[in-house]
């Protein structure tokens, strides 16, 4: 599997890890995964993108198409490369999340997003 997806119970978050490159099945996996952890547990959601290496096309088209389907109030992505931090930082505004969404580079700092802090 390239891809986890779980419920943090200790911090109340949905939470994703993006391990390798996600083929467009894959990525409606996941988005199915990450929208019931929504639905059935919290509305706020980590994606941590730090092991990825690349958003490919067919990926990017899923997740355009589910995100507006998911009940998310707030989310952080985690990418520790610069590279990718602005290829994050552009997609999650073409798929109109910015206001909801902050890329962090290390999970405390996502963690502290839900914990009042970095708004």
């Known amino acids: 599997m390239r891809y986890k997806v779980w419920f943090d119970k200790e911090n109340h978050i949905a939470r994703t890890q993006i391990i390798k490159s996600l083929t467009g099945e894959e990525a409606r996996g996941l988005m199915t995964e990450k929208e019931e952890q929504l639905i059935n547990n919290t509305r706020t959601g980590i994606m941590d993108l730090s092991n990825a ?7 990017k088209e899923t997740y355009r198409k589910h995100t507006n389907e998911l009940p998310l109030d707030k989310a952080a992505v985690i990418v ?12 999650i505004a073409g798929l109109g999340m910015s206001s ?7 999970n405390y700092e996502a963690l502290s997003r839900f914990q009042g802090g970095n708004e």
Do not use: C, E, N, Q
């Open 53 to 59: 290496d690349s958003i490919r096309k067919l990926s």
């Open 80 to 91: 520790d490369s610069s590279v990718m931090r602005m290829i994050a930082k552009i997609f």
């Open 100 to 106: 909801k969404t902050r890329s962090v580079k290390l």
